[in-house]
């Protein structure tokens, strides 16, 4: 028995269809944003676990596939609607890691590129705390070390085969991108204090350790790094 045909059903799913996603992002088949069969297979993906300039990082996945195609339709183009699936794990693992840590423990988040920040107009870790159930913590700062410092290298480091890495970056040595990073941040109110530091995708971890020794210089200690997506290997 075929359902009967209702044109103002129609009618009503051609308007939702306005609104709502018709395409699953990592699919492409007709559905929800994120399939059902996509959710299971981002629910089984496994964590990763890390050092970072000695200091443990956690990520909630790692970056590749399903996770890398859902980070970067959320930050290039925008796609919040895709936050919660991957934030859910980061939420989670971020509350775990200060539920580990010493009482008092601070929690900062690295700070998106200024060109990032500009573009988007909204702060991909911030949204992925948010629809973890983490408020938004306080940011190390970003400090102007040099005017050479490269314009969207945070870009081209998370999007690194998206279309907006520029010529060369992928060339530049890892003695480069150290050099380039050291004295970019800047901690604040951590004297004596143990600090769980949250960023949202690590590839070569120059920026995490950049921010383990802004942490440091200013008198505290990183216990515990998270992530949303580790690139390995
Ligand atoms: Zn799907």
Redesign the pocket.
Known sequence: MTAPHHPWRDAALAVLGLFLPVA??????A?RA?????RSSLAAAPRRVRLVAGVRLDAAFEYEGLVRTLLLELKLRGRVDLARPLGARFGALVRTALAESPSGTVLLRVPPSPQGARRRGFDPVVLLLARGGVRRPPRLSRVRVRQSAPAGRREAEHGRQGARAGPGQKERSAVERVAATVGTLRAVGVRGRTVVVVDDVVTTGVTLAEAVRAVRAAGGRVVRLVAVASVDG
């Open positions: 699953c992002v990592g699919c492409g088949v559905d994120l399939c059902t069969s996509c």
